[in-house]
């Protein structure tokens, strides 16, 4: 059986947003994260939430896998790269935000602010979005490398949010179906 893990970015995800939606399609297979504060983001109390997601979905399932979106993205690989206490399956990183550039929310998650992309220990894919105003498809991509996981451009969707228009996103979902096939990614030892 497979549980899923929701990392909403900043101000979490609201009732369009295609996380939203798949948490509901799961039902109790899914459990979104519960930090202190959605709006004003603290990088170590979004890895504890985290950790605490995974190890109430690892006591009643096979897999787990996260399924975040931009700040979550690097909540998850941050949680990753730490002590944690139980490990997950896979990782679905969609539309990570640059943390160097220009629309990094630096003062709303000071926290974030230094954070860097390091191999993953799961398998994992990234998705971004062709015209990002987070994130250019390029830096996206470097990102996926560094992290080990595989690419996926959504094309023009921009940030692959609620405005993004994109509903119950079934392409999204068939990338994340693609798990199984490792993604199509050379994982690093």
């Known amino acids: 059986m497979v549980a899923y893990v929701v990392v909403p970015g900043i101000g979490g995800s609201g009732a369009q947003?295609?996380?939203t939606l798949w948490e509901r399609r799961w039902g109790e297979a899914?459990?979104?994260?519960?930090?202190?504060?959605?709006?004003?983001?603290?990088?170590?109390?979004?890895?504890?939430?985290?950790?605490?997601?995974?190890?109430?979905?690892?006591?009643?399932?096979?897999?787990v896998i996260v399924v975040a979106h931009s700040l979550g993205c690097w909540a998850a690989a941050e949680w990753d790269a730490r002590v944690k206490r139980a490990t997950v399956a896979g990782m679905l990183l969609v539309a990570p935000p640059n943390p160097a550039g220009e629309r990094f929310?630096?003062?709303?998650?000071?926290?974030?602010?230094g954070v860097e992309a390091r191999p993953l220990t799961c398998p994992s894919a990234v998705i971004a979005g062709s015209d990002d105003?987070?994130?250019?498809i390029d830096v996206a991509e470097r990102f996926a490398s560094a992290?080990?996981?595989?690419?996926r451009n959504a094309g023009?969707?921009?940030h692959l949010n609620a405005a993004s228009g994109l509903g119950e996103w079934g392409w999204g979902r068939a990338v994340l179906a693609d798990r199984e096939r490792g993604w199509g990614c050379l994982r690093r030892v």
């Open 133 to 136: 105003p987070y994130c250019s």
């Open 147 to 151: 992290w080990g996981s595989a690419f």
């Open 17 to 19: 947003h295609w996380q």
């Open 156 to 158: 023009e969707f921009g």
């Open 30 to 63: 899914a459990v979104r994260v519960s930090p202190r504060s959605w709006d004003e983001p603290d990088l170590d109390d979004w890895v504890e939430a985290i950790d605490r997601a995974v190890i109430d979905r690892a006591a009643s399932s096979e897999d």
């Open 105 to 113: 929310p630096r003062a709303a998650a000071p926290s974030f602010a």
